[in-house]
């Protein structure tokens, strides 16, 4: 029996990860507790609910043959937790003290001890930080981070795109989307690209390929839809409007660790929670991982639900060999 006062298992975080982690959590008995974090703007918008309230269409997510918008597909998430007993609680996990047993979590409330904790705190797109950028990227007006999620919808087709960014991931949403755009723009701010050669190469080998060099985007144009961008040149400071049917950023994700520095978790090379092989352990036994936070190589909706429930089985592997059920 785990001692009074002891949650078994806390999640952290109410994305896709935390909220499916819930559901098994609870559905095993585990009683589980989510923290589901409260509105930030620092390093990008994050909300509880996690980065699909920051998109409208979902078209990607298995179960909707019709698409769904991303909020609503999170109310349904949380609800499809709650209904199994979850409870949870409306604030941030601001320090994670794993040197003690059961561990203790400092939120904004105060404390909370666990035998056992998740982490599902994702990762953050990292935003120009415009607010005509902002506004559209959360009506569906044609701004995006994620091209491999939005690039394939109808309203992108044919269409001038325009990618910031320089890196791989920036060629990689860029090469995606010259399949369904007409000539898709790299804007870099730079006269060269940090991207791998090889990515490079896959990126302007395509007909329908442009990079536009030493330029920064300082507006996005269009009330409800984008019509365009205005560009600065880095060099000469002269500023000109570009016609563009859609605006991908693509300059990197920060994991959200921060909380998490004087913990003892491991990280790997890019900042993201280090796990051991295919399961959801980190380097701290009873500490397990889940999601964007822990994953910079897919980072979708469905993966992250599917981390969740690997860590939620985790933990009660974990808990049921320690005595705690
Ligand atoms: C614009 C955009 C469009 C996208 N479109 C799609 C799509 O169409 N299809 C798709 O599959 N994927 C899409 N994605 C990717 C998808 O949103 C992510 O892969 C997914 O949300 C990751 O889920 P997660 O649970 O790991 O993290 P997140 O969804 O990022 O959730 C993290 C959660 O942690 C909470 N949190 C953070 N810090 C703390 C803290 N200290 N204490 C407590 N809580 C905390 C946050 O409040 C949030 O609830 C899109 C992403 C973006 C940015």
Redesign the pocket.
Same mark, same amino acid.
């Not at 889940?290 to 936070?293: F, H, N, P, R, T």
């Given at each position: 029996m785990a001692d009074t006062g002891v949650e078994k298992v806390v999640i952290?975080?109410?994305? &896709?990860?935390?909220?499916?982690a819930a559901v098994y959590a609870a559905r095993a008995q585990l009683a589980p507790v989510v923290?589901?974090?409260? &509105?930030?703007s620092d390093p990008g918008p994050? *909300?509880?609910? %996690? =980065? *699909?309230? *920051?998109?409208t269409?979902?078209?990607?997510?298995p179960g909707f043959p019709e698409g769904v918008e991303?909020p609503h597909l999170?109310d349904l998430f949380r609800k499809q937790a709650e209904r199994f007993g979850t409870r949870i609680i409306e604030?941030? @996990?601001?320090r994670c003290d794993f040197s003690q047993r059961p561990f203790v979590l400092h939120?904004d409330g105060g404390r909370v001890r666990a035998h056992s904790v998740i982490i599902?705190? %994702?990762?953050?797109?990292n935003w120009i930080g415009l607010d005509n950028e902002m506004r559209l990227?959360r009506t569906g007006g044609g701004v995006?981070?994620?091209a @491999?999620?939005?690039g394939a919808l109808p309203a992108f087709r044919n269409k001038p795109l325009a990618v910031v960014g320089g890196g791989d991931t920036a060629m990689e949403e860029a090469t995606y989307l010259t399949k369904f755009a007409s000539t898709v723009y790299v804007i870099h701010r730079r006269d060269s690209l940090r991207a791998s050669k090889i990515m490079q190469q896959r990126f302007l080998s395509r007909p329908n390929a442009q990079v536009l060099w030493n330029k920064v985007v300082v507006d996005v144009l269009g009330q409800d839809k984008i019509e365009g961008v205005l560009l600065e040149d880095t060099v000469t400071g002269e500023r000109a409007p570009l016609s563009v049917g859609g605006l991908f950023i693509a300059i990197g994700h920060t994991p959200?660790t921060?909380?998490l520095k004087e913990s003892g978790l491991e990280f790997n090379d890019k900042g993201y929670i280090a796990l051991h092989g295919r399961h959801s352990a980190t380097n701290i036994p009873g500490v397990f991982a889940?999601?964007?936070?822990a994953?910079a190589e897919?980072? =979708?909706?469905?993966?992250?639900?599917g981390?969740?429930c690997q860590a939620a089985l985790d933990a009660e592997r974990w808990l049921a060999a320690q005595g705690i059920d």
């Open positions: 952290i975080g109410s994305g &896709p990860a935390g909220w499916t923290y589901t974090g409260v &509105p930030k994050v *909300l509880p609910g %996690g =980065q *699909l309230m *920051l998109t269409e979902v078209e990607n997510y991303g999170m604030e941030d @996990v601001n939120t599902a705190t %994702g990762a953050t797109a990227a995006s981070a994620c @491999v999620c939005d959200a921060r909380f889940a999601g964007d936070v994953d897919y980072r =979708q909706a469905v993966t992250a639900a981390m969740g």
